[in-house]
């Protein structure tokens, strides 16, 4: 005989651990969302006149004044809250990571820009001499609207951390095309500002200087973005999403001057933007095929 237990013959059954390791497959995913864009800054751009423009009108009857070099300095563009969207073509490598292609747009107001105007005059003393000085002024103005539009390849890790519960985080690369709208960046004080009235000998006019710091430009563009969505349907997914993205130097091309006495302003150099910064977020939906 024997004062063994029967319970002690029981084999031991091992813990059971729960694992949720179901992939989603290809998928296709549309995200829609608010943008923020941080305020980007503008390099100098320089700009020229045209010859032997006379200042006498903005600066002394007596002087003779003539235009060396005309600078927009500090610029920067104050921006609004946009929207995001982006859609994405999954393709699975392993069973938690994924290639992602997206494309999409966003869009931002542009509230205003403003900027300093540095202008370098040459006055001229007679006898062959000369001397020259700075004359400071400021513009603002500028609304208008700046889009986006990315092409990139994202490398995500994606992974079911719950029944029908997903989160997926990754970064990726590419380029996008930009293009900015700032019309209508107004100065109402800088060297020529009055002009002869033609209907009243002897009196002047005050014409605004108005330039336009418009154009278009494609830069290499990086980003970041992690989502967590539940599955709904098999295969369908909806939940939220956060990325930040980034851009390199963006150069929109040749500023303009719309308006500017008897258009003798000229010229402008290049509208080059260091950056652009974004956070996006809002919601997702993806299904799988």
């Keep these: 005989s024997s004062d063994v237990c029967s319970s002690d013959l029981q084999p031991e059954v091992p813990l059971q651990i ?131 539009v990315p092409l990139t390849a994202n490398l995500l890790f994606d992974t079911e951390i719950a029944e029908g519960l997903r989160l997926d985080v990754g970064i990726g690369a590419g380029i996008q095309w930009s293009t900015l709208t ?40 990086y980003q970041a973005q992690a989502g967590l969505s539940y599955e709904l349907f098999p295969g369908g997914y909806l939940g939220g999403y956060v990325r930040i993205a980034g851009t390199t130097l963006l150069n929109q091309g040749g500023m303009t001057f719309q308006q500017s006495p008897s258009n003798l302003y000229r010229d402008g150099g290049d509208i080059r933007i260091p950056w652009l910064r974004i956070l996006t977020f809002g919601a997702r939906f993806s299904v799988s095929f």
């Design 18 to 148: 729960q694992e949720f390791d179901e992939s989603t497959g290809n998928y296709l995913v549309v995200r829609g969302g608010v943008a923020l864009l941080q305020d980007p800054t503008v390099e100098d751009i320089s700009f020229s006149v045209g010859a032997n423009f006379g200042l006498e009108n903005a600066l002394g009857p007596a002087a003779d004044f003539q235009m060396v070099d005309g600078r927009i300095r500090n610029a920067s563009l104050v921006t609004g809250t946009g929207y995001d969207i982006t859609i994405g073509l999954g393709l699975e490598l392993s069973e938690e990571i994924t290639v992602e292609i997206q494309t999409g747009f966003q869009w931002n107001p542009v509230d205003r820009l403003s900027a300093d105007l540095l202008y370098t005059v040459e006055q001229d003393l007679g006898g062959g001499v000369s001397d020259t000085f700075d004359f400071a002024s400021s513009a603002t103005g500028g609304a208008g609207s700046l889009y986006q």
């Design 182 to 221: 700032s019309s209508n960046v107004t100065s109402t004080a800088y060297p020529g500002t009055f002009v002869l009235d033609p209907d009243n000998p002897g009196s002047y006019l005050t014409v605004p200087l108005v330039m336009n710091l418009d154009g278009q430009a494609i830069a290499a563009r």
